[in-house]
């Protein structure tokens, strides 16, 4: 009966087929110790002459590390064992004799390892930290999934800009052109108006010149949006949520974490309520400590590393000023100058994983904001149209997939939070 590698503690004493690769191998004369991965775990198979005729015992003697193979035997629990299990092999089929493999289990640089990225996959850590991918991605869906939230994706192909002209990317479209979306943001807020509670989750691209280990071309994000709710909704949410993809995922990937060698002790701490600062208390602070920062910009990862660094849980910076940020915040009524908005900036460096804001809810304002940014009111009449039938408070907010994982398993860098990274250099395999 085929098992996988993760699910053999059901079988102990009985006889299993595990199907892989082969990822390490040692033999001391007439034993062969043969490491078997399979995607959910590692295997030691032991291979004895005897068990063995003499031509598959010399095979696999040879057997170049990623060749495939198929291992019957009893499965046998032994605590020595990596991963707690041996199986005691009775037959051995070998798939396909590998080539000479190009990734060793020693260390590689990254620009290497990046030109190998389709093999680099499958790796530990990698596979490590694709399955916590995968967690995060559920516990996403089944938080807003359980509390009513409507799943209505938003367009990739759009005619106009959402976050800012500058990290446009444009695509021909037939006769026209078209460009690929920075945030479905503007369409779930369409969505909302017609469902009341909405996300939308998918991969969005902003052509980032910038070449920092937060950044990517192409990154995945999940916006809700929700009719009839102010800045303080938006907040509350966004803690409560966050607090759930931890704790789900610390609940659920207690290996992988342990592969990863993260610490998760931090990560415990993560519960509502987070800390909440205003963008003048933060300026006030970063001056205080010596940055020199002036009143009006957007903080950058120095800034907020400073901020985060005084918080055990991710902190959330409120009200910055209108003219750092995009045109369909919504004003502060009690200072004009501020938008209603708010980022989350995650612990250890990892910097803002969320940006949300109420929206503009006043047609006038709205137009005035569109035009002062420059942007084409002809391709934005039909979100005007959300203020001019039934116009409500509303907000929400974006979290960036690849950052939250990259803090999640303490990942340095966020290239290695998705399976194919696209970056400014970047785009192979
Ligand atoms: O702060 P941003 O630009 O917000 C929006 O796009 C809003 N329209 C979202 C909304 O309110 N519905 O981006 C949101 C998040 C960031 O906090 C960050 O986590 C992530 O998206 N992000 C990136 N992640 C990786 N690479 C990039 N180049 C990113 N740009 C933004
Ligand atoms: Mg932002």
Not at 10 to 19: A, S, W
Not at 111 to 120: D, I, K, S, V, Y
Not at 189 to 205: D, H, I, N, R, S
């Given at each position: 009966m085929h098992a996988?590698v993760e699910?053999?503690a059901?079988?102990?004493?009985?006889?299993?087929?595990?199907?892989g690769?082969l990822?390490?191998?040692r033999?001391?004369?007439k034993i062969q110790?043969?490491?078997v991965?399979?995607?959910?775990?590692?295997?030691?198979?032991i291979?004895?002459?005897?068990?063995a005729?003499?031509?598959r015992f010399e095979a696999?003697?040879?057997?170049?590390?990623?060749?495939?193979?198929?291992?019957?035997g009893?499965?046998?629990?032994d605590?020595r064992?990596?991963?707690?299990?041996e199986?005691t092999?009775?037959?051995?089929?070998?798939?396909?004799v590998?080539?000479?493999?190009?990734?060793?289990l020693?260390?590689?640089?990254?620009?290497?390892?990046?030109?190998?990225?389709?093999?680099?996959?499958?790796s530990?850590?990698?596979?490590?930290?694709l399955?916590?991918r995968?967690?995060?991605?559920?516990a996403?869906?089944?938080?807003?999934?359980?509390r009513?939230?409507?799943?209505?994706?938003?367009?990739?192909?759009t005619?106009?800009a959402?976050?800012?002209?500058?990290?446009?990317?444009e695509v021909g479209y037939?006769?026209?052109k078209?460009?690929l979306?920075?945030?479905?943001?503007l369409?779930a807020?369409?969505?909302?108006?017609?469902?009341?509670?909405?996300?939308?989750?998918?991969?969005?691209?902003r052509a980032e010149?910038?070449?920092?280990r937060?950044?990517?071309?192409?990154?995945?994000m999940v916006e809700?949006?929700v009719a009839?709710?102010?800045l303080d909704?938006?907040?509350?949410?966004a803690?409560?949520?966050?607090?759930f993809?931890?704790?789900t995922?610390?609940?659920r990937c207690?290996?992988?974490?342990?592969v990863l060698?993260r610490?998760?002790v931090?990560l415990?701490k993560?519960?509502p309520?987070?800390?909440?600062?205003?963008?003048?208390?933060?300026?006030?602070?970063?001056?205080?400590?010596?940055h020199?920062?002036?009143?009006?910009g957007d903080?950058?990862a120095?800034e907020?590393t400073?901020?985060?660094?005084?918080y055990?849980?991710?902190v959330m910076v409120?009200r910055?000023p209108m003219?750092?940020?995009?045109?369909?915040?919504?004003?502060?009524?009690?200072?004009?100058?501020l938008a209603?908005?708010?980022?989350?900036?995650a612990?250890?460096g990892?910097?803002?994983i969320?940006?949300?804001s109420?929206?503009e809810?006043?047609?006038?304002?709205?137009e005035?904001r569109?035009?002062?940014?420059?942007?084409?009111?002809?391709s934005?009449e039909?979100?005007?149209?959300?203020?001019?039938?039934?116009s409500?408070?509303?907000?929400?907010?974006?979290?960036?997939?690849?950052?939250?994982?990259?803090?999640?398993?303490?990942?340095e860098h966020?290239?290695?939070?998705?399976?194919?990274?696209?970056?400014?250099?970047?785009?192979?395999?």
């Open positions: 996988y699910e053999l059901k079988h102990v004493g009985q006889e299993v087929t595990v199907k690769w990822y390490n191998r033999s001391s004369g110790f043969l490491q991965r399979d995607g959910t775990g590692i295997v030691q198979c291979l004895t002459e005897d068990a005729d003499k031509s696999c003697e040879h057997l170049p590390q990623e060749s495939s193979l198929v291992v019957t009893v499965c046998r629990a605590k064992a990596p991963g707690g299990f199986l092999a009775r037959e051995v089929s070998i798939v396909q590998a080539q000479n493999y190009p990734i060793s020693q260390s590689h640089g990254i620009g290497f390892l990046m030109e190998h990225r389709h093999l680099w996959l499958r530990r850590k990698q596979v490590a930290t399955r916590i995968a967690t995060v991605i559920k996403i869906r089944d938080f807003f999934d359980s009513g939230f409507i799943l209505a994706d938003s367009p990739i192909l005619p106009a959402c976050e800012g002209t500058s990290t446009l990317f037939f006769d026209d078209a460009y979306s920075q945030s479905g943001q369409y807020e369409a969505a909302a108006m017609a469902l009341g509670k909405v996300y939308c989750f998918g991969p969005t691209f010149r910038s070449k920092t937060r950044h990517l071309t192409e990154f995945w809700p949006e009839f709710a102010d909704d938006v907040m509350r949410l803690e409560e949520f966050i607090s993809i931890v704790s995922t610390l609940g207690k290996e992988e974490l342990k060698e610490d998760t931090r415990e993560v519960t309520p987070f800390p909440r600062i205003s963008y003048d208390e933060a300026i006030k602070m970063l001056t205080e400590s010596g020199d920062i002036k009143w009006g903080f950058g120095p907020e400073a901020i985060s660094d005084r055990e849980k991710p409120h910055y003219a750092c940020k995009a045109f369909y915040m919504k004003t502060d009524p009690q200072d004009e100058r209603l908005c708010v980022d989350v900036i612990p250890e990892v910097g803002e969320i940006g949300g109420q929206r809810d006043r047609l006038e304002v709205l005035k569109i035009a002062e940014n420059n942007l084409s009111k002809e934005l039909w979100y005007l149209d959300l203020r001019r039938f039934g409500v408070p509303h907000g929400g907010f974006g979290l960036g997939l690849e950052r939250t994982v990259a803090w999640i398993c303490g990942t966020i290239r290695e939070t998705i399976p194919f990274p696209r970056m400014l250099y970047r785009i192979y395999p």
